[in-house]
């Protein structure tokens, strides 16, 4: 541990944390983490990642992470494939709960109002919930702002192009209720 009581440890077994002293953490990958983590996640590039928060007891037996995670990524465009960078700074929560109800097998279920709730496992690994929760925070569809899909159109020769209206299902429809109403 450092002098300012902030642990730079990943892995932490339940059985050996005290209920009344939180730990405070501070993950910071150097390069050759980063690259593996970027492989797996299939970014371009990832830079400047940082986990910093605290692990508490929560209740008797349950375990709360409260975390902010700070990483600049760099992904594929996804219409020109040109690199997009992008910062993320965002919170993680996560509860780990010794007593979590099972889920019935084969029936449907619904989703908790908490989705943070996890089971609480024999130790909690820092970097496992760190990379989920990079993964959770990547853009879904990164674009550059000055990247546009080109309009192109394929009729035969002769033939009017298609209109987009038209290929809507229920704009035909709409059509037709107007004219029997006699707005159309």
Do not use: N
């Not at 993320?88 to 084969?106: K, Q």
């Not at 970097?127 to 550059?144: H, K």
Request: with cysteine; hydrophobic share 35%.
């Amino acid at each position: 541990m450092t002098q300012d009581s902030t642990s730079a440890r990943t892995v932490y077994r339940i059985a050996e944390l005290s209920a009344g002293r939180p730990v405070r953490f501070a993950l910071r990958p150097g390069k050759p983490e980063m690259e593996r983590i970027a492989e797996q996640l299939g970014l371009s590039g990832l830079r400047k990642v940082s986990f910093t928060g605290t692990l508490a007891s929560q209740g008797k037996h349950d375990w709360r992470l409260d975390a902010t995670l700070g990483a600049t990524v760099i992904q594929p465009c996804v219409v020109s494939l040109e690199p997009v960078t992008t910062r993320l700074d965002t919170p993680v929560e996560r509860v780990f709960v010794a007593d979590m109800p099972g889920t019935p097998d084969g029936e449907e279920i619904e989703m908790p109002e908490d989705d943070s709730a996890e089971p609480l496992p024999e130790a909690i690994d820092l970097t496992a919930v760190m990379i989920e929760a990079l993964t959770l925070a990547l853009p879904d569809y990164p674009r550059r702002d000055e990247a546009a899909l080109e309009r192109t159109e394929f009729t035969p020769p002769g033939a009017d192009p298609i209109r987009e209206e038209e290929t809507k299902p229920f704009a035909a429809l709409a059509s037709l209720r107007d004219k029997l109403d006699g707005k159309g």
